[in-house]
C-alpha cells in the first residue's frame, strides 16, 4: 500500500497452470495487489473440473461453478494468461525470479477473434477431443469446450503431413484428401490446383511420392491419393467444367515462356496469376510437351490433357504453336517485344539410341520418343510380330505397351537391370505383366542385327551389375555370356537428351557438358540477365510433378526479379519444417479402395483409358482413409471464413520470454491413470468400458450425448452399470500405490447423478474400503444407498468380458463367502485414479525442488504449501491426491504464503485504469444508441440484421441504430465512443451475444466514453436467438426484434449507478489460539498487517497440545512450542488469552469488537479457528476398565516410553463415536492415528500383537502407504459391520473380544490386554456460540457451513469472516495447516485495499416507505438489512449481494435491485406481450 | 373470509372463463424468467450446443430468481402472453 518497496523484491507471481487451485490463487493474489502470469499449457484454462459433469456430495454443476471464476480469471485487469505456454527454466532466489516461457503458437489472435466459431463450421479436419475423452470429435481449428477461457479458437498444428513434405510442387495432399473425404470436392480442387495446374494429368500418371509418404502405408496401404485427384476433376467436367477464375485487373510485364510442357505451362499460369501477360511458345503444333507426345493414350487420354491445358490458357494466357526457340526467333526478337522476362523449359527432345550400323536407317528400328510421339499423334507406325523393346523404365513401359496395342504379338522388355532394380515403377510392372509382356533381365546390348536393312534380331551379353558401389551406373558385363533376341521391331527407351538446337536462339547460355542448361538449384536463374530455365530441360528426364515444382519455383524467381526483390531470401520449403509422424496405437486397418480398371481383353488393340476412376462414394470412402496426421491440413479454409481476420497460419511456432516475478506457485494438477494397463478390465478393448472421467463426459449436459446415459459402443441406454474402484490406485504392481481420495465419492455421486437421469438404472459399485471421509461425505453415501438404491459390493473384480455376440459385460468377482460370482452389465466404468503427469517430474527440476518417490514435491505435514525452495510454492492435486474444496483451500493458501514474502511490494505492478470523469446526463431525455451485431455470419447468417435495424430506428428516443461486422472488435468499439459523444448518445443497447461475458467489455467502453457504465444493457440474439433457431430467418428475425425492442423498453429506463466505497481497517480478528488460529495469524501478520488472537483457555496450542507426533513421524510438541514462540514475539500479534469475544459490531472491513476483558479492537476481518474436541467415549467398558483407552491416551503412553511385552495384545477398535446416529459423520482422523500408534508398538516390540477392528479403513492418499507398512508389520485388520459392533467384556484380568469376521464367516473371540478406543472429534462446544454471534450457519453436526462447500471452504456468505481447521470439519494437521493459510490469504485479500467499493448491482431501500415488517430481514442471506437506532429497518448495502429477495419479498416495495427495478422489468414483460399480429386466441 | 369460503363451489367456477380451444397452429408466446447464473446460462449453453427450441420463448434476465415478483407473472398474463416459465 503506501508503504513503498525498498528491496529487490518483485511484485508479481507465476502461477503455472490453471486449474481450479491456480485459479482461486491468481484471484486472490490479483485482488490483493499482486501482479499474476498465469501460465497454461492448453490452449485455455479451467483444468480437470471444468470436464466433470457434478461434484460431490451437492450435485451442483460443475460447469456452472467454475465458469464464473475463469470469467473472472480472463477479464482481470492484473492476470494475464500464457496459453499453451510452458514454464522451461527458473533463476533466481524467492521474492527475485526469472522464469522462461516457451510460448507455442496458438495461430489466432486472441485480441482479434470473436470466439463466434464460424472457422469451426468450416475446418475439414476432425479429431479426438480430448476435452470430451475421445467420446466425441473436435476440429483441427477449435475452442477446446464451449465456456473456454480464453475464449478464442486455437489451431492443434502438430508439423506437416508426410504425404506434403515428399511432394516436391508441395501440394497440399491432407488438405484435399480431408475436403474430399467431407464431400467438399470444388474446395479439394480448388486446394489441389493451388500448387499443381494439372490435376487431371497427374492424377493418372504422377509418380505420387505422396503415397510413398503417407503414413497409412505403415499400417496397411497408402491412401490412394494420387487417384482422388482425378476423381475431382472428373467431378469437375460433370459439374460442367473449369470457371474462368477472377485474374488481377491491373495488368503487369510481358512474359515468354518457352515450351509448353508441365514446367513451362505451370510457370505460365503462375505468373498470370499474378497478373503478368504471359506468352507461351511451342515448337509443336499441340501443347503439353511429354503429356501431349510421349504419354500413351491409354494411361492418360488426349482429350484430357487438351482440356487440361485450355483450363491454364483460360488465365489469359497466349500461346504461339510452331515456334521454336533458335529455329523462329531468338531471345533478342523477345526483349524487343517487350518481354522482360523469359522461361526456357523445352524439356528433353532427343532420344538416346545405339549406333546403328550403317548410313541407311534400317527397317524396324525406333526410338521411344519418336515412337510414342508418331503413336500419339495418330501417324502410322508399324510394328512387327516380335517386338523387343530395350529399356526398364517407366518409358519402355509406355513403349511396350503401346507396342502390344499397335499389333505387336510377341512383346519383350529386354534392360540391363535385374528384376528389382528396374526403374520403371512397381505398379507400371504389375499392367506389363498383366497383359502379357515378357522382362528379361540383365542383359546389356552388343548390337544389332540387321539383313537386307531390315533388323532382325539383338545380340546381347550377359549384364552382372548395373552401379558401381557409389551407386552410379556403371554397367560390368559377362563377355562370355551371351544371348540372342530375335526381333522384327527393336526400339530404344534407355534415356533422353536435350535437344540443344535451341541454344542458337540466345547468345551466351551456360550449358553443362551433357547439354542441360546450367540454372540454379533455387532460382532457377541462368547466367543471361532475366532468363530462367527448368523442367527436365535443366534437371534431365524427371516426372511431371518435378516439372510442375520447377515451374512454381522459376514463376516466384521471375515476380521477385521484376518486382526488384532478392531472389533467396524467405523462400521458405515445407521440407524446413517438422515432419510429422502420428502414432499408429489403436487404428484399425482398412483396405486400400481399389481402382475399376478395364479388362485386359478389353484393352487389346485400342488406346482406351484403361482405369475407369472412382465413384463419389468411393472417392469419399478411400479420402476418409485418411489419418489427418498432423492435425491441421493447412487448407486455409478457415482464413477465408474469419471476418475478424485473426487466424495466421504463419506464426512463429515457439518462442521463449523470461518473466520477473517474486515467487512461483505450482499448480499443474494431475493426471488420469491409463487403465490399459490392467487389461483385464477390458478398457480400449471392449467399447463399454469406460474411465470415470469419460463417463463424467457422458452424464454432462454439454457431453457428446448431452446428458442422456449412452454406453458408447452402441448408443443404448445402459441400465445396470457397474463401478470398479481403485483402477490405477492402491496398486504397486499394476498402478499406483496410494490411494487417489477421490474415486469413492465420484463413484458414489455418478452413480447417484445417472439414477437421477434415467430411473431405471442400477448402479453396482464394486469397491474395497468406501472412503467418505470428509464433510458429509458418508451422508451422501448413505443417501445413495437407502435413497437411490445404489449397490456397494465390497469385493474387486477380477475380470471384465464382452458376452459373445453382445456388447454387455460379464464381470466376474467373488463374494466375501469366497463363492465365484459371474453378472452381467450394460457398462462397465472404471473409476481411474490419479497420478502426476509425465512433466511433473521435469517441473520439478526446472524449478529445482525436491520430490517424493512417489513425484509428488516434497513437503510436510508442517508446511504443507511450501517446497524444499523458498519463494515456490505447490498446491492443489500437484502437491498430493486431492479433491476440490481441498485445491481450492490450498490455492488460497499458496497465495497466502507468496503474500507474506510480497506484502511489502504489493500495488507495484499492478494496473489501474485512467478513466475520464462521468458525464452528468440528469435532465436528459434518454438517447439511445443500438447495435446490431452480425457477429460475422454467426446472427447474420440466420437473423435479417437489416430488418432488425430496420424495426427498431423509428422507435422514440432511439437516435442511433446501426448493424456492426463484430460490435466487441476495437474498431467498433472505438466507432461507439465517437458516437456517444456526436450524437449524445446517453444509453447504449448492444443486439449480439450473451451479457454473462461480453457486458464488461462494453461497460468499460462506454465508460471510457464517459458514460456511467450502467447505462448498457445487451440483447442476447445470437446464443438465445440466430445459434438456436437456425434455418428459421423469419421467426428467427421476428424473435430478435422482439428480443431489442423489450431491451429498448428497459434501456429507456436505465439511470446512472454510484458505487461506494468503504475504508478498511487492516487488522484481523482471530477466533481460537489452536494451530490453525497461530498459523492463521502468523501468515496475516507476515503480509503486514496487525491481528488480534482471543482465546479462551489460558494458553495457546489448542487440540493439538494432546498431539505427540504425526504419521511421518513429525514431532507435534516442538513444532507447537515453536509455533507459540513465533505467535508471542511476533510484533504485530497481539494475545488475549483467558478471554472470550463478548460482542462485534460493524461490517466487512469495520469491525468493532468488545472482548469479556472490555479490550475494545477495530478490524476489518475475522478468522474463526475455535477449533474441536475429542469424542470422550462411555462404550465398551471405557469407564470401567483401566485397559480401555483412547488412542490418544495410548499415543501419550508411547511418548512417555511404554515398551510392549511379547505376546501383549492390543486390539483397537475403530469409528467409536463415529459414523452412526446421531454423529454420522467420519472424524477422519482417527483410521491413522491408529495405524500410526499399531506401527509404533510394532515397532518397538515386533512380538506384540495388534488388532484393529474397523468398519472401512480410511487411509486415504499418500496415508495409504502406512496402512501396508502396517499390515507388513503383521498388524491384524478385521472388519466389523456397524450392525455386528463388536463386544467388549472383562474376563479375569483380561478383556475379552468378540467380533463376526467376515472373511471366515464366523464369531471371533480375542482376549487383549488392552482395548484401544479410536473416538471420533466433535465440534468445540464454543461453536454455537459463535455461531450466534456472527450469524453464521452451522451443519446438523454443528461445524460451520462455509459459503460455498467447492469453492468458497473458508468463506463464509458474509462477507469478511472467514473460517479455518476443526471448526469446520474434522482434519489432519496438515490439512489444518493449509485451511488456516487460505483463510489468512481470503482475508489479505480484504486488508490490502485501502478501501472497498461496493457493487453497483445491489438493492436498494427506500427507507420512507419500509413498514419494519422484517420481511427482508428474515429472507436475506447476507443479513444487510438491521435494525437501526431508531428501531426501523435499515439496508448496509456493503452486505448486500443484489439478488432481489428483498425486493420479491417486501409487501411496501420498498426494496428496488439496481438494474432490475420493477419498472424496468415491468417495461421488458409488457413490451414482450406486444404482438406483431393479434393472438391467435381472441 | 368464511363466506368465500362457504360459497357454493359450482357458483364459483362458473364465474371463470371457459378454457379456449386451441388451434393447430397455435404458436405460444411464453416468456422465461431466468436466473442470471444457472438458467439463463443454461439457455445460452443451449444455443453454443445448437440445440433447438420454438422463437416464440423469449428469456428475461433476472439477477436471481429471488427476485422474481408474482407481479410479474400477472402483469405478462393480463397483457396476453400465454405462459410464463420460471427457471433458476
Redesign the interface.
Known amino acids: 500500500m503506501s508503504e513503498k518497496a525498498s528491496s529487490n523484491k518483485k511484485g508479481s507471481v507465476l502461477i503455472i497452470g490453471g486449474g481450479i487451485g491456480g485459479m482461486q490463487a491468481a484471484l486472490d493474489l490479483a485482488d490483493s495487489g499482486l501482479k499474476v502470469h498465469l501460465v497454461q499449457k492448453e490452449s485455455s484454462i479451467g483444468g480437470m473440473m471444468s470436464a466433470l459433469d457434478k461434484t460431490f456430495p451437492t450435485g451442483d ?1 460443475a460447469m ?1 461453478m467454475i ?2 471464476k475463469m470469467v473472472d480469471v480472463g477479464r482481470h485487469l492484473n492476470i494475464d494468461i500464457h496459453s499453451c505456454s510452458e514454464m522451461v527454466g527458473l533463476k533466481g532466489d524467492a521474492g527475485d525470479f526469472t522464469a522462461t516461457i516457451l510460448k507455442k503458437a496458438r495461430y489466432v489472435d486472441p485480441k482479434k477473434c470473436t470466439g463466434c466459431e464460424a472457422c469451426v463450421q468450416k475446418c475439414p479436419v476432425t479429431a479426438d477431443s480430448e476435452f470430451n475423452q475421445e467420446l466425441a470429435k473436435r476440429t483441427a481449428i477449435s475452442r477446446r469446450y ?2 473456454a477461457v480464453p475464449g478464442a479458437v486455437a489451431i492443434d498444428k502438430k508439423g506437416v503431413s508426410p504425404c506434403r513434405i515428399e511432394c516436391p510442387a508441395e501440394v497440399n495432399a491432407h488438405a484435399y484428401v480431408t475436403l474430399t473425404a467431407r464431400g467438399r470436392f470444388a474446395e479439394a480442387l480448388e486446394v489441389v490446383r493451388r500448387n499443381n495446374p494439372f490435376p487431371a494429368s497427374c492424377g493418372r500418371v504422377c509418380a505420387h511420392p505422396c503415397e510413398s509418404g503417407c503414413r497409412r502405408k505403415d499400417l496397411d496401404d497408402p491412401v490412394s491419393i494420387c487417384y482422388l485427384k482425378r476423381f475431382l476433376t472428373d467431378w469437375e467436367d460433370q459439374q460442367g467444367g473449369f470457371k474462368k477464375p477472377v485474374l488481377p485487373a491491373e495488368k503487369l510485364e510481358k512474359i515468354a515462356v518457352i515450351g509448353s510442357g508441365p514446367a513451362g505451362m505451370t510457370c505460365a499460369r503462375d505468373l498470370a496469376l499474378k497478373g503478368y501477360q504471359v506468352t507461351v511458345f511451342e515448337k509443336m503444333s499441340v501443347a503439353g510437351g511429354m503429356l501431349s507426345l510421349a504419354i500413351p493414350g491409354y494411361r492418360l487420354p488426349k482429350d484430357v490433357v487438351k482440356k487440361e491445358i485450355d483450363t491454364i490458357l483460360a488465365h489469359d494466357i497466349e500461346i504461339k504453336y510452331n515456334q521454336a526457340l533458335g529455329r523462329d526467333f531468338t531471345v533478342e526478337d523477345l526483349k524487343k517485344q517487350g518481354y522482360q522476362s523469359v522461361y526456357i523449359a523445352v524439356g528433353t527432345q532427343k532420344a538416346i539410341r545405339m549406333p546403328v550400323p550403317g548410313d541407311k536407317e534400317p527397317e524396324g528400328i525406333y526410338d521411344c520418343l519418336d515412337f510414342l510421339r508418331k503413336a500419339n499423334m495418330g501417324e502410322t507406325v508399324t510394328v512387327g510380330n516380335k517386338v523387343v523393346v530395350i529399356g526398364g523404365g517407366n518409358v519402355a513401359v509406355d513403349v511396350a505397351l503401346t507396342a502390344k496395342r499397335l499389333g505387336g504379338k510377341d512383346v519383350k522388355m529386354v534392360c540391363l537391370e535385374k528384376c528389382d532394380e528396374m526403374p520403371a515403377h512397381e505398379w507400371e510392372l504389375e499392367q506389363v505383366r498383366e497383359e502379357g509382356i515378357a522382362i528379361d533381365n540383365s542383359w546389356g546390348m552388343d548390337k544389332l542385327r540387321i539383313e537386307n536393312n531390315k533388323v532382325t534380331g539383338l545380340d546381347v551379353k550377359r549384364c552382372v551389375s548395373v552401379f558401381d558401389e557409389n551407386k552410379r551406373f556403371s554397367p560390368k558385363y559377362d563377355e562370355c555370356a551371351l544371348n540372342f533376341f530375335e526381333a522384327d521391331t527393336i526400339i530404344f527407351a534407355i534415356g533422353m537428351g536435350v535437344d540443344t538446337s535451341f541454344k542458337k536462339g540466345i547468345e551466351g547460355l551456360d550449358l553443362m557438358p551433357n547439354g542441360r542448361i546450367k540454372a540454379d538449384p533455387i532460382t532457377y536463374q541462368t547466367n543471361v540477365e532475366g532468363v530462367f530455365a527448368g523442367g527436365d530441360s535443366v534437371s534431365g528426364p524427371s516426372t511431371i510433378i518435378q516439372a510442375i515444382a520447377a515451374g512454381i519455383q522459376a514463376a516466384e524467381s521471375i515476380d521477385r526479379f521484376l518486382r526488384g526483390k532478392d531472389l533467396v531470401v524467405d523462400r521458405h520449403k515445407l521440407t524446413e519444417r517438422e515432419k510429422y509422424t502420428k502414432d499408429l496405437e489403436g487404428i484399425k486397418k482398412s483396405p486400400r479402395k481399389r481402382m475399376p480398371m478395364l479388362s485386359v481383353a478389353e484393352r487389346e488393340g485400342n488406346f482406351q483409358e484403361v482405369a475407369l476412376g472412382f465413384s463419389e462414394a468411393d472417392a469419399i470412402e478411400e479420402a476418409s482413409r485418411c489419418l489427418s496426421c498432423a492435425g491441421c491440413c493447412e487448407c486455409m479454409m478457415c482464413v477465408a471464413e474469419c471476418q475478424a481476420k485473426a487466424i495466421n497460419h504463419e506464426m512463429i511456432a515457439e518462442e521463449n520470454i523470461d518473466l520477473n516475478i517474486g515467487a512461483v506457485i505450482l499448480a499443474p494438477g494431475l493426471d488420469k491413470y491409463d487403465p490399459k494397463v490392467r487389461g483385464e478390465l477390458g478398457f480400449g478393448r471392449w467399447p463399454n468400458v469406460v474411465t470415470s472421467l469419460q463417463f463424467e463426459r457422458i452424464l454432462s ?2 457431453g457428446p450425448y ?1 446428458g442422456v446415459v449412452t454406453r458408447p459402443g452402441d448408443k443404448k441406454h445402459p441400465i445396470k452399470i457397474a463401478w470398479i474402484q481403485c483402477v490405477g490406485s492402491r496398486d504397486k504392481h499394476n498402478a499406483n500405490p496410494w490411494c487417489s481420495s477421490v474415486c469413492c465419492m465420484y463413484a458414489t455421486k455418478q452413480a447417484v447423478i445417472a439414477k437421477e437421469h434415467d430411473k431405471r438404472i442400477e448402479p453396482t459399485i464394486f469397491y474395497m474400503d468406501m472412503r467418505a471421509y470428509g464433510k458429509d461425505f458418508d451422508k451422501y453415501v448413505e443417501r445413495a444407498k437407502n435413497e437411490y438404491g445404489v449397490r456397494y459390493l465390497r469385493t474387486m473384480v477380477s475380470a471384465v468380458r464382452e458376452e459373445p455376440g453382445t456388447t454387455d459385460l460379464n464381470l466376474r468377482y467373488a463374494l466375501e463367502d469366497g463363492s465365484l460370482v459371474n453378472e452381467t452389465f450394460d457398462l462397465v466404468v472404471l473409476s481411474v485414479g490419479l497420478e502426476p503427469h509425465k512433466d511433473a517430474a521435469k517441473l520439478g527440476e526446472i524449478c529445482g525442488i525436491e520430490m517424493s518417490n512417489y513425484l509428488f514435491p516434497k513437503t510436510s505435514t508442517f508446511e504443507p504449501v511450501d517446497s524444499s525452495r523458498p519463494g515456490i510454492f505447490v498446491t492443489g492435486t500437484y502437491q498430493g491426491p486431492k479433491d476440490i474444496p481441498e485445491t481450492v483451500m490450498q490455492g488460497s493458501a499458496v497465495a497466502s504464503q507468496s503474500m507474506a514474502l510480497l506484502g511489502e511490494v504489493r500495488w507495484t505492478e499492478t494496473i489501474k485504469k485512467e478513466l475520464p470523469p462521468e458525464r452528468d446526463i440528469s435532465g436528459e431525455e434518454p438517447r439511445l444508441g443500438v447495435f446490431v451485431c452480425s457477429c460475422g455470419i454467426n446472427i447474420a447468417g440466420t437473423v435479417d440484421v437489416a430488418r432488425v435495424v430496420e424495426a427498431v430506428k423509428d422507435i422514440p428516443n432511439v437516435v442511433h441504430v446501426e448493424n456492426t461486422l463484430y460490435t466487441c472488435s476495437q474498431d467498433s468499439q472505438e466507432k461507439i465512443k465517437q458516437l456517444i459523444k456526436e450524437k449524445g448518445i446517453n444509453r447504449v443497447l448492444v443486439a449480439s451475444c ?3 461475458t461480453h457486458t464488461p467489455l462494453f461497460q468499460d467502453t462506454i465508460r471510457e466514453a464517459g458514460l456511467n457504465k450502467y447505462l448498457f444493457e445487451l440483447a ?1 440474439i ?9 434455418g ?1 430467418r423469419e ?2 428475425t ?2 430478435a426484434i ?2 431489442v425492442k ?1 431491451m429498448i423498453a428497459k434501456v429507456k429506463l436505465l439511470q446512472p449507478i454510484q458505487t461506494e466505497t468503504v475504508g478498511v481497517t487492516p487488522r484481523c480478528l482471530v477466533i481460537g489460539g489452536g494451530v490453525a488460529g497461530m498459523t492463521t495469524a502468523l501468515s496475516v501478520a507476515d503480509q503486514g498487517f496487525d491481528v488480534h488472537i482471543v482465546e479462551r483457555d489460558r494458553e495457546l496450542g489448542g487440540l493439538a497440545r494432546n498431539l505427540y507426533y504425526t504419521l511421518d513421524g513429525s514431532d507435534v510438541q516442538a513444532f507447537l512450542r515453536s509455533r507459540i514462540t513465533q505467535v508471542t514475539n511476533h510484533p504485530r500479534i497481539s494475545v488475549h488469552t483467558n478471554v472470550e469475544v463478548q460482542n462485534t459490531d460493524g461490517f466487512v472491513g469495520n469491525f468493532q469488537t468488545v472482548l469479556t476483558d472490555g479490550t475494545e479492537i477495530d478490524h476489518g476481518t475475522i478468522i474463526i479457528t475455535t477449533g474441536g474436541v475429542q469424542y470422550q467415549p462411555t462404550e465398551y467398558l471405557y469407564n470401567e476398565s483401566d485397559n480401555v483407552i483412547t488412542q490418544h491416551e495410548l499415543e501419550k503412553k508411547i511418548f512417555d516410553g511404554l515398551q510392549p511385552q511379547a505376546n501383549e495384545r492390543y486390539v483397537m477398535i475403530q469409528c467409536v463415536g463415529s459414523r452412526e446416529e446421531p454423529n454420522q459423520y467420519c472424524s477422519r482422523i482417527c483410521c491413522q492415528d491408529a495405524i500410526k500408534n499399531a506401527i509404533e508398538i510394532k515397532e518397538r516390540n515386533p512380538k506384540a500383537q495388534v488388532a484393529i477392528l474397523y468398519r472401512d479403513m480410511r487411509t486415504y492418499g499418500l496415508r495409504e502407504d502406512y496402512y501396508a507398512k502396517a499390515r507388513d508389520l503383521g498388524v491384524l485388520f478385521v472388519r466389523y459391520d456397524v450392525d455386528k459392533k463388536p463386544q467388549v467384556e472383562k474376563s479375569g484380568n483380561k478383556l475379552r473380544i468378540r467380533t463376526w469376521d467376515y472373511l471366515l464367516n464366523k464369531e471371533l473371540v480375542m482376549d487383549a490386554d488392552w482395548v484401544v478406543l479410536s473416538t471420533g472429534l466433535r465440534p468445540h462446544p464454543t461453536t454455537e456460540k459463535v455461531g450466534q454471534l456472527y450469524k453464521v450457519t452451522r451443519n446438523p453436526d454443528g461445524y460451520f457451513l462455509e459459503a460455498h462447500v467447492k469453492l468458497r471452504p473458508v468463506d463464509f456468505p458474509s462477507e469478511g469472516i472467514f473460517v479455518s481447521g476443526l471448526a469446520h470439519a474434522p482434519k489432519n494437521l496438515d490439512e489444518t495447516i493449509s485451511q488456516a493459510l487460505a483463510a489468512a490469504g481470503r482475508a489479505g485479500v480484504v486488508l490490502s485495499h485501502e478501501r472497498l467499493a461496493v457493487s453497483g ?1 445491489i438493492a436498494k431501500q427506500k427507507r420512507e416507505l419500509c413498514m419494519s415488517c422484517l420481511s427482508c430481514m428474515r ?1 436475506c442471506p447476507f443479513g444487510s438489512p438491521y435494525i437501526d437506532e431508531d428501531g426501523k429497518v435499515s439496508h448496509n448495502e456493503i452486505k448486500c449481494h ?4 428483498c ?2 419479498i417486501c409487501p411496501a416495495k420498498a426494496f428496488q ?1 439496481n ?2 427495478r ?1 419498472d424496468q ?2 417495461a ?3 413490451a ?4 406483431e399480429e393479434d ?3 381472441n | 373470509m368464511a363466506t368465500v369460503a362457504e360459497a357454493p363451489a359450482k357458483e364459483a367456477a362458473s364465474s371463470v372463463e371457459k378454457p ?1 380451444d ?2 393447430e ?3 405460444p ?1 411464453i ?1 422465461a424468467l431466468a436466473c ?3 438458467a ?2 443454461a ?11 420454438p ?2 420463448v ?7 430468481t ?4 408474482h ?2 407473472v400477472l ?2 398474463f393480463e ?4 405462459g410464463v416459465f420460471v427457471a433458476g
Open positions: 454443476c456452472c465458469s464464473p464451449a465456456q449436459a454439454s448431452q450473451t451479457p454473462r442476447d445470437r446464443e438465445q436467438c440466430s445459434w438456436c433457431h437456425m428459421q421467426e428467427a421476428k424473435k422482439w428480443l423489450m448491482l429472507i443484489g439478488c432481489g429477495l425486493a420479491g435491485v438494474g432490475f420493477d422489468m415491468l421488458m414483460i409488457d414482450a406481450a406486444e404482438r393472438g391467435v386466441i | 379456449h386451441i388451434p397452429d397455435f404458436k408466446n416468456l442470471h447464473y444457472c439463463f446460462a439457455a445460452d449453453l443451449a444455443g453454443v450446443m445448437r440445440l433447438t427450441y422463437t416464440g423469449k428469456v428475461i434476465r433476472m439477477p436471481c429471488g427476485r422474481l415478483d407481479i410479474y402483469r405478462a397483457k396476453g402472453v400465454d
